[in-house]
């Protein structure tokens, strides 16, 4: 049996994942080897091979490719000053 | 360059200030993140992060879930994401209606709700989609209310409750770790009007470590700047697509906040050109009956001082005594996201 | 649970729920005779030199094939791998299997040769059984029960984990559950459920285990909090050496669902002194490169993570709604 860890929170859980298909307002999305769809309408010209951040089955942004984790690019900058 | 130097920071900034700071973070995913990683137990003393008003379940106000409930258990189809299923309303829960036999349904998007709309019920019966949540998910409420989904909008603004915690004054909130998602949409610049320092901040905790040394050297510098370290996702103008969206299907009206009462100009209306699917008018006379005096939070429940970072969930008295994850009393104890849940699953 | 409650979905989900009502059952089902070890995976009566070793278990899985098994796959599976977590080397499994009228005997017999091919490539012999059918709409399709006996020369407790001892798991976890999830909501993936036997592998490194679960129902954390709680000891999992595969994080992160409370159906996690760690997981490896150690017990009470960040925080037995039919 799956046990759900105290239902899901659905509402603010969002996740970066690629455009590999787009269809119209449809792409296939890649999160890291799970493939879904997305509804891309809310986004301005997506492509294939983009990056976008999903959230209750949208993309509600585009990401760079760079590494997820820019964090210390930030800070290094920061202490840099 | 690694965590173990931001938190070596942190702790000299902290040391550097010397009096109590009081960072809030405002939005659940950040409630649940902290948590997850235990960072409260890694900050100096003097730095305390608290919970605001960042659960969208939470600050549901209990007239819009009596309303939601009276609609399903009149027979109407209703959908709504999963958190809200078990929030106690003063007659059940939607998951209690579900099990009396009424058409309950959770989804993870408006898109599954238009779905099971099309393909799950007879041609003759309708959905009503609880619209809850802030700029991050009242996008996609417009694009379904577009493609014919009733709605009962009880969508929220969430920089006016930001506002309005700084203008009440109850706590002193010397920074605040701002939302990230909503920020993609909203982008940085309407934060600029709060005089505070703000840093608008991702959901790993490394982004949220970051953003708390950020925070603290603004504290020390005596700046009060709007800083964006969620570079990788918010830009200065957000999505304007998905806010052009928003403010095609909504319009701002008064919001009705648990725990703040009224706040105006903070909640989202369907606009007159998309009455059709706006379910107040639609089954205003199933509403109009329902007896919102009866609408009383339960008494002993303290989550309207919670949302409002005035107590901490040990602070309630029921916390643990008669509310729990499994017998809720309040929606910050029903939520993944709410104070409550969060404390009693992750404290130590 | 009182009496005059009814019987809930979450009280099937391998979690807290599900625990109080096992209380409920066993405080009326009170004789043991000579049985010892009737809450653990398996029952044991001592025979003197050898032990017998009894179990039984029920699945009910929606859809009833997928990608990695079928509901026969892991009927076997369950009960063969509940009796070798006790160090016990099966020697038979009895099957029941309740049908809806209507199902379809090609999908019986596609069942019935997964069975066999576990029954085949593990040793262990189907011996007895029973087959029954209801009326339209009683039940689901299918149901099936899997009961198995073994002998163990030495049984391995659930209770026997030591301070000092490293948390070992013969791979990656979450991947049955993960599979079920991926197939019900439509992604797509190339992870397939973990279901498999696990008696070869525990028969060869059994001796250096002092305890042992498989992480079905309730995933890491209903397994690990039950085992730390009998043994009385803390367990700190390491958040660096988490042993989920980037899919199922990306699966249980897109739907919201904790990790820890994922459900296996062909590992196990195990408590290994420090001396014999090297040595099992050299043989473990063998079976599954991803075997690693997760995390050690300590003194104290409780389970927890220790996150990317150095903090610590608790693991929690799950609570919570159940997507049903899933194992």
């Known amino acids: 049996m799956i046990t759900i860890l105290l239902y899901n929170a659905t509402m603010c859980l969002a996740f970066p994942g690629r455009i590999l298909k787009l269809t119209g307002d449809t792409a296939v999305v890649d999160f890291d080897g799970v493939e879904k769809d997305v509804n891309v309408s809310l986004i301005k010209g997506a492509k294939t091979g983009e990056y976008v951040m999903v959230h209750a089955g949208f993309a509600i942004q585009k990401m760079g490719e760079e590494d997820a984790l820019e964090v210390f690019k930030l800070y290094k900058e920061a202490e840099g000053k | ?348 | 649970m009182k009496n005059n409650e009814s019987v809930e979905l979450d009280h099937g989900g391998g979690g807290y729920k599900s625990w109080e009502l096992l209380q409920d059952i066993r405080g009326v089902l009170k004789s043991r005779g000579k049985w010892t070890n009737c809450e653990d995976d398996a029952a044991v009566y001592d025979l003197g030199k050898q032990k017998l070793v009894f179990t039984s278990d029920a699945f009910i899985v929606e859809p009833i094939f997928f990608p990695g098994g079928d509901i026969g796959k892991i009927a076997m599976c369950g009960t063969i791998n509940d009796l070798s977590v006790m160090g016990a080397k099966p020697l038979g499994i009895s099957l029941s299997i309740v049908m809806e009228e209507g199902f379809p005997k090609a999908d019986l017999m596609k069942i019935i040769r997964s069975i066999n091919k576990v029954s085949e490539s593990s040793g262990i012999p189907v011996v007895t059984g029973d087959t029954k059918v209801t009326q339209r709409g009683k039940i689901d399709k299918i149901e099936i029960t899997t009961a198995g006996v073994g002998l163990a020369e030495c049984v391995i407790e659930n209770n026997g984990i030591k301070v000092g001892d490293v948390i070992i798991t013969s791979g990656d976890l979450g991947e049955h559950a993960i599979t079920l999830l991926a197939s019900r909501f439509n992604y797509k993936t190339k992870i397939v459920s973990d279901s498999k036997t696990l008696n070869k592998e525990i028969e060869e490194v059994g001796k250096y285990l002092n305890a042992c679960k498989d992480p079905t129902r309730g995933g890491l954390a209903a397994n690990i909090v039950e085992m730390a709680n009998k043994s009385r000891v803390k367990i700190v999992v390491n958040e660096k050496t988490l042993p989920y595969k980037k899919e199922t994080v990306a699966v249980s992160e897109l739907l919201g669902i904790d990790i820890f409370s994922l459900a296996s159906e062909g590992r196990f996690i195990a408590a290994v002194s420090p001396k014999n760690s090297d040595k099992a997981l050299k043989i473990l490896k063998k079976f599954n490169k991803e075997a690693k150690i997760i995390g050690v017990a300590e003194k104290g009470t409780g389970v927890y993570l220790k996150t990317e960040l150095g903090a610590l925080r608790p693991i929690e037995m799950p609570k919570g709604k159940l997507i049903p039919r899933i194992c």
Not at chain 2, 165 to 193: F, M, N, T, W
Not at chain 2, 194 to 208: A, E, H, L, S
Not at chain 2, 318 to 335: A, F, L
């Open chain 2, 1 to 348: 360059m690694n965590e173990t130097d931001v938190l070596k920071n942190i702790h000299i900034l902290a040391k550097k200030i010397g009096r109590e700071v009081n960072l809030m973070e405002v939005c659940g995913t950040h409630t649940q993140a902290v948590a997850r990683a235990g960072l409260k137990s890694l900050l100096p003393k003097n730095v305390h992060l608290t919970t605001g008003p960042g659960c969208p379940v939470c600050v549901t106000a209990q007239e819009d879930i009596d309303a939601i409930i009276s609609l399903t258990l009149a027979g109407i189809p209703v959908a709504t994401y999963g958190d809200m299923m078990r929030v106690p309303g003063s007659f059940g829960s939607l998951d209690q209606a579900r099990e009396k036999g009424a058409k309950v349904f959770d989804v993870y998007s408006t898109e599954e709700a238009l779905e099971i709309r099309n393909s799950k019920l007879e041609i003759e019966e309708d959905l009503v989609f609880f619209g809850l949540g802030f700029e991050t998910t009242a996008p996609m409420t417009a694009y379904a209310i577009q493609k014919g989904l009733t709605v009962y909008s009880t969508h929220k603004l969430f920089l006016p409750a930001m506002k309005a915690l700084l203008e009440i004054g109850e706590l002193k909130i010397d920074g605040y770790i701002c939302p990230g998602h909503v920020s993609a949409i909203i982008g940085s610049r309407p934060y600029e009007e709060m005089k505070v320092p703000q840093v608008i901040t991702g959901f790993q905790p490394n982004d949220i470590l970051v953003s708390v040394y950020m925070l603290l050297r603004q504290l020390a510098e005596k700046r009060s700047e709007v800083e964006n370290e969620y570079v990788r996702l918010v830009k200065e103008s957000g999505n304007p697509e998905a806010l052009g969206e928003i403010f095609e299907v909504f319009e701002k009206t008064d919001g009705n906040w648990r725990g703040f009462g009224t706040i105006p100009g903070s909640g989202l209306k369907i606009k007159e050109k998309y009455r059709d699917f706006d379910a107040k008018i639609k089954y205003k006379d199933i509403l109009d009956k329902v007896d919102f005096s009866k609408s009383r939070k339960p008494t002993a429940c303290k989550c309207g001082e919670i949302i409002r970072g005035l107590k901490s969930p040990k602070d309630c008295p029921v916390y643990k005594k008669g509310c729990t994850p499994d017998k809720p009393i309040g929606p910050c104890m029903v939520s993944v996201e709410g104070a409550c849940n969060v404390e009693y699953r992750y404290e130590k």
